[in-house]
Antibody
Framework: QLQMQESGPGLVKPSETLSLTCTVS??????????WGWIRQPPGRGLEWIGS???????YYNPSLKSRVTISVDTYRNQFSLKLASVTAADTAVYYC???????????????WGRGTLVTVSS | QSALTQPPSVSGSPGQSVTISCTGT?????????VSWYQQPPGTAPKLIIY???NRPSGVPDRFSGSKSANTASLTISGLQAEDEADYYC???????????FGGGTKLTVL
């Protein structure tokens, strides 16, 4: 059974870079059938798709975050990562990684999710 | 403000049916059948329960069904159970600058 686990600092200072990694177990991140995505949820609010990456490195990003976001993949470690630069308090959220099953429309069918990790932006 | 509009809350008694609406525009729900629904019980990660308007992933009970008419998609839950109490989110492919948009979420209360 494929599982996904987010990891990274739970506290980031304003203006710094948020860095998270998603480790995939029980399956290969190099499967041609999936993208791999990041989604966030501010406390008490709704979901926001951040972006998705294919094992080849092809990426799609939310335009509202594109200037600050980098998503990368490490097929050898079966991991993919998120970097969000110049963070502010508005970036405080639970960050989820997820398997993205519609490769023709990334972000539209996120069929397996990690448990999420809360990242707080504060000095 | 979310791109897709959902009612903030709905409620129903055990055994009843409830329907949650998700209203978009001709650039998303109205033009594409890539509408998904997610269930998020308190304190947990979202779970995909409907994709491509009306398809259920393996393991999702057939009490959950999805449909679409014009710019509005709907999730119907029949035979309500206490365990259905959760937040529900819709999403849709969109032809605008971002490939996917979410609704603001609907809190389902089982009375």
């Amino acid at each position: 059974q494929l599982q996904m686990q987010e990891s990274g600092p739970g506290l980031v200072k304003p203006s710094e870079t948020l860095s998270l990694t998603c480790t995939v177990s029980g399956g290969s991140i190099s499967s041609p059938s999936y993208y791999w995505g990041w989604i966030r949820q501010p406390p008490g609010r709704g979901l926001e798709w951040i972006g998705s990456i294919y094992y080849s490195g092809s990426t799609y990003y939310n335009p509202s975050l594109k200037s600050r976001v980098t998503i990368s993949v490490d097929t050898y470690r079966n991991q993919f990562s998120l970097k969000l630069a110049s963070v502010t308090a508005a970036d405080t959220a639970v960050y989820y990684c997820a398997r993205d099953e519609d490769i023709a429309a990334p972000g539209t069918a996120l069929d397996l999710w990690g448990r999420g990790t809360l990242v707080t932006v504060s000095s | 403000q979310s791109a897709l509009t959902q009612p903030p809350s709905v409620s129903g008694s055990p055994g009843q049916s409830v329907t949650i609406s998700c209203t978009g525009t001709s650039t998303d729900v109205g033009s594409y059948n890539r509408v998904s629904w997610y269930q998020q019980p308190p304190g947990t990660a979202p779970k995909l329960i409907i994709y491509d308007v009306g398809n259920r992933p393996s393991g999702v009970p057939d009490r959950f069904s999805g449909s679409k008419s014009a710019n509005t998609a709907s999730l119907t839950i029949s035979g309500l159970q206490a365990e259905d109490e959760a937040d529900y989110y819709c999403s849709s492919y969109t032809s605008t600058s971002t490939p996917v948009v979410f609704g603001g979420g609907t809190k389902l209360t089982v009375l």
